[in-house]
């Protein structure tokens, strides 16, 4: 299995948690795939991850809330994800990406472009 530092896990999540709330709303089948992903991969305390998670879903709110700061943060995302990850590293997060808009079993427009951004720029 691919193993992923804590920051990484978080940046990961950030952008599934994106992904899930880019119609405005996180369904329980989408929330529960990031909460087993961050659980498995997760290095540090079980608290830090609790708080993390609670961080990630307001960060997100606020990044909905304004069209500029969301494009900025999914830029500085994809800057990471394509200088500080390797080959193997970018299909895992392609694949979990994927995996994120698939579980609700609807592919809402949004998510669909979101994720084709996340897949041309990884590509």
């Given at each position: 299995p691919i193993e992923f530092s804590d920051d990484e896990i978080k940046q990961i999540v950030l952008?599934?948690?994106l992904m899930s709330s880019i119609d405005r709303e996180v369904h329980s089948s989408e929330w529960n795939?990031?909460?087993a992903f961050s659980h498995k991969h997760?290095?540090?305390k079980?608290?830090?991850l609790q708080d993390f998670l609670q961080t990630v879903l307001i960060e997100c709110q606020s990044l909905l809330a304004n069209e500029g700061k969301l494009n900025k943060k999914v830029e500085e995302l994809i800057l990471n994800f394509n200088t500080l990850y390797s080959s193997?590293?970018?299909?895992a997060v392609i694949d979990f990406l994927s995996n994120i808009i698939e579980a609700d079993g609807y592919l809402n427009p949004d998510e669909s472009n979101l994720f084709a951004i996340f897949l041309d720029r990884l590509s």
């Open positions: 952008a599934a948690t795939l990031i909460s997760w290095k540090g079980e608290g830090d193997e590293k970018k299909n």
